[in-house]
T-cell receptor, first 114, second 111 residues
Framework: DAGVIQSPRHEVTEMGQEVTLRCKPI?????LFWYRQTMMRGLELLIY????????DSGMPEDRFSAKMPNASFSTLKIQPSEPRDSAVYFC????????????FGPGTRLTVL | SQELEQSPQSLIVQEGKNLTINCTSS?????LYWYKQKYGEGLIFLMM?????EEKSHEKITAKLDEKKQQSSLHITASQPSHAGIYLC???????????FGQGTRLTINP
C-alpha cells in the first residue's frame, strides 16, 4: 500500500517567491495534518483537516501561509511570499479519523529559502 | 519550556547494550505516541499507549506509560545499528485536536 506521498522532496527558492507543497494522504484516511520541523522549534503542527475541512489552523505562522484540501486525496500548503526563516522540513501526515488516531507521516519536503 | 520533555537529548551506546529514553509531560496525557525518524525521512510510527500502566512491545522495543507521573519510557534491549535514529514522543491533549511532540532523542549505536 502506498503511504503518504509528498512532493517535491526538496525545494530551493529565493526569498519572495511563492512555494507550493503537495500531499496525497493514504486512501481512506479522513484526517490530514501539515507539520513543520526545525532544529530550534522541533515538530510543530501547522494545520489539521478533517473530511477536507480545516479544523485547527492555530499553528499557521502568519498570513503568508495558506493550506487547502480540495478533495480527500490532495492537499497543498502554500507560502507566499517565502522568507529565509521558512526554511524547514515540512511533513504531511494522515490518519483514519482525528488527531487521536495513529498518524502516518510522509517523507517530508525540505525547503530552503535563500 | 516544552510541554513534552525528552531525556536524554542524545545517547550513544555500544551495540548490544540496553537503553531507555524518557518522555515527561507537564500536562495530563491523553494518549502517548512513539515515533522513530531517520535523517532525511519521515516519522515511522512505533507504538501508541493510552491507559495508565499500559506496556507494549515490538521486537526489542518496549514502551510503558505511567499516567500518574505523566511520563512514558521507551526501552531497547540488545541494541542494534538499525535502532539508530531520532525517537520522538507525541501526546494528545484534552479538548485539543492536535498532538504535541517532544524535541526528540538522537540515538547512535556504536559497533
Amino acid at each position: 500500500d502506498a503511504g503518504v506521498i509528498q512532493s517535491p522532496r526538496h525545494e530551493v527558492t529565493e526569498m519572495g517567491q511563492e512555494v507550493t507543497l503537495r500531499c496525497k494522504p493514504i486512501s481512506g484516511h479522513n484526517s490530514l495534518f501539515w507539520y513543520r520541523q526545525t532544529m530550534m522549534r522541533g515538530l510543530e503542527l501547522l494545520i489539521y483537516f478533517n473530511n477536507n475541512v480545516p479544523i485547527d489552523d492555530s499553528g499557521m505562522p502568519e498570513d503568508r501561509f495558506s493550506a487547502k484540501m480540495p478533495n480527500a486525496s490532495f492537499s497543498t500548503l502554500k507560502i507566499q511570499p517565502s522568507e529565509p526563516r521558512d526554511s524547514a522540513v515540512y511533513f504531511c501526515a494522515s490518519s483514519l479519523e482525528g488527531s487521536r488516531d495513529t498518524q502516518y507521516f510522509g517523507p517530508g519536503t525540505r525547503l530552503t529559502v535563500l | 519550556s516544552q510541554e513534552l520533555e525528552q531525556s536524554p537529548q542524545s545517547l550513544i551506546v555500544q551495540e548490544g547494550k540496553n537503553l531507555t529514553i524518557n518522555c515527561t509531560s507537564s500536562k495530563t496525557l491523553y494518549g502517548l505516541y512513539w515515533y522513530k525518524q531517520k535523517y532525511g525521512e519521515g516519522l515511522i510510527f512505533l507504538m501508541m499507549l493510552q491507559k495508565g500502566g499500559e506496556e507494549k512491545s515490538h521486537e526489542k522495543i518496549t514502551a510503558k506509560l505511567d499516567e500518574k507521573k505523566q511520563q512514558s519510557s521507551l526501552h531497547i534491549t540488545a541494541s542494534q545499528p538499525s535502532h539508530a535514529g531520532i525517537y520522538l514522543c507525541g501526546a494528545g491533549r484534552q479538548g485539543a485536536q492536535k498532538l504535541v511532540f517532544g524535541q526528540g532523542t538522537r540515538l547512535t549505536i556504536n559497533p
